[in-house]
C-alpha cells in the first residue's frame, strides 16, 4: 500500500492566489480528515469526512477555505484567496474505523507558504 | 469538550536513559487514547494507541503508555532511549475525531 499520498509536497505562491492541495487516501478507509501544523497552534482539525461526506468542519478558519471530497480516492483543500496567515503544513490523514475509533494514517504533507 | 495537555514542550535525555512522556485529557467519555511521532518533514506515525482493556499498552519502537483513569493521564516511556528516538511527540484523544496535544520535542544526547 503505497499510504496517504499528498500532492504539491511544497508550494510557495504570493498572497491573493488561489491554492489546490490534494489528497488520495487509502484504499479502503472511510474517513478523511485534513490537519493544519503550524508554530503557533500545533496540529488543528480543519474538516473531515465520513464515506465521502463532511461531517465536521466547524475547524475550517473562514470562508476562504473549502473542502470537497468527490470521490472514495480523492480529497481537495482549496485556499482562495490565500494569505501570508496560511502558511503552514497540512496534512491528510486516512482512518478505517474499527472499534469505535479512528486510527489515523497520516500523509507526508504539503508545506505551504504564503508570500 | 475534549482537550489534551502535554506540559513539557521540550525534553531531553542522553543516549541509554530512560524517558517518560507526559500527557493528560479531558475527555467526556471513555477516551480513546493515542501516541504518535513525527520526525522532521515527515508526517505523524501512530506509536500505540488505547481503547479499553489492560491500561499498559505497547507499541512500536519499544514504547508503552500506561492508562490512569484516576489522574487523567496515558504518558509515554521508554526504559532505553536511543538517538534515533529524537522527534517529536503528540498525545491525541478522541473517537471519530482526534484532538491532539500541542506535542514535546524529545532531544537525545550521545
Known amino acids: 500500500d503505497a499510504g496517504v499520498i499528498q500532492s504539491p509536497r511544497h508550494e510557495v505562491t504570493e498572497m491573493g492566489q488561489e491554492v489546490t492541495l490534494r489528497c488520495k487516501p487509502i484504499s479502503g478507509h472511510d474517513y478523511l480528515f485534513w490537519y493544519r501544523q503550524t508554530m503557533m497552534r500545533g496540529l488543528e482539525l480543519l474538516i473531515y469526512?465520513?464515506?465521502?461526506?463532511?461531517?465536521?468542519d466547524s475547524g475550517m478558519p473562514e470562508d476562504r477555505f473549502s473542502a470537497k471530497m468527490p470521490n472514495a480516492s480523492f480529497s481537495t483543500l482549496k485556499i482562495q484567496p490565500s494569505e501570508p496567515r496560511d502558511s503552514a503544513v497540512y496534512f491528510c490523514a486516512s482512518s478505517k474505523q474499527g472499534f469505535g475509533a479512528n486510527v489515523l494514517t497520516f500523509g507526508a504533507g504539503s508545506r505551504l507558504t504564503v508570500l | 469538550a475534549q482537550s489534551v495537555t502535554q506540559p513539557d514542550i521540550h525534553i531531553t535525555v542522553s543516549e541509554g536513559a530512560s524517558l517518560e512522556l507526559r500527557c493528560n485529557y479531558s475527555y467526556g467519555a471513555t477516551p480513546y487514547l493515542f501516541w504518535y511521532v513525527q520526525s522532521p518533514g515527515q508526517g505523524l506515525q501512530l506509536l500505540l494507541k488505547y481503547f479499553s482493556g489492560d491500561t499498559l499498552v505497547q507499541g512500536i519502537k519499544g514504547f508503552e503508555a500506561e492508562f490512569k483513569r484516576s489522574q487523567s493521564s496515558f504518558n509515554l516511556r521508554k526504559p532505553s532511549v536511543h538517538w534515533s528516538d529524537a522527534a517529536e511527540y503528540f498525545c491525541a484523544v478522541g473517537a471519530d475525531k482526534l484532538i491532539f496535544g500541542t506535542g514535546t520535542r524529545l532531544q537525545v544526547f550521545p
Open positions: 469526512f465520513n464515506n465521502n461526506v463532511p461531517i465536521d
